[in-house]
């Protein structure tokens, strides 16, 4: 089976290739339409708008009859501290901004996959909870300025520099990284799906 991950995200791919899965990139270019406000059905939303929107380009690449051999995979992942949703940053003051409130709180990694196969449609949504230390604001400043915050959503990167600042977790490491990886193959197995 032809496995598509409908994500750009480097960290998505480096997750599925740790796992020995063989896979190609199809990226999405949908508009995205979220219609809640509460996080795990924005997720949920957004990896079924990118993982519908893949599936197409795919079966048009790969038409003649091999769509049943194609999975498409569709996620996306935000950040949430209580009512406020975190996606990537706008800018340095809004990295600035978002880690300022992640510290010394608990918050939640909620991340959405959504997997297409011609004959089956499986969505689920992860969540991890994340405890921070206090990080003083010289601290802040100087991990936004590394530049590694802003393609993440949070605003950071827990296998990255500000890994020093995490207290604990509680669910799955790689969901925080950006892709449940243990969760999928878990569900994968369940519906009696192979990659």
């Given amino acids: 089976m032809k496995v598509i991950l409908g994500s750009a995200s480097p960290r998505r ?7 020995g899965i063989d896979f ?8 995205e339409k979220i219609t809640s406000d509460i996080p795990s059905d924005i997720v949920a939303e957004l990896s079924l708008q990118k993982a519908e929107d893949v599936w197409e380009k795919a079966s048009l690449k790969y038409g003649g009859g091999e769509e049943s051999e194609i999975m498409v995979i569709g996620a996306d992942t935000i950040v949430a501290l209580g009512n406020d949703v975190f996606g990537k940053p706008a800018d340095r003051e809004d990295a600035i901004r978002m880690l300022k409130m992640l510290s010394g709180n608990v918050h939640q990694v909620y991340t959405g996959v959504t997997v297409i196969t011609s004959d089956k449609r499986l969505s689920f949504v992860s969540c991890t909870d994340v405890i921070v230390y206090d990080v003083s604001d010289d601290d802040i400043a100087a991990y936004v300025d590394s530049g590694e915050p802003m393609d993440k959503a ?18 799955e490491y790689n969901n925080v990284v950006g892709f449940p990886i243990a969760r999928l193959i878990h569900e994968l197995k369940l519906n009696g799906t192979v990659m």
């Fill in 13 to 19: 791919s480096d997750i599925l290739k740790q796992a």
């Fill in 24 to 31: 190609e990139v199809l990226v999405s270019d949908c508009e």
């Fill in 154 to 171: 949070g605003a950071y990167a827990i296998q990255g520099g500000f890994a020093k600042y995490i207290k604990e977790i509680h669910g």
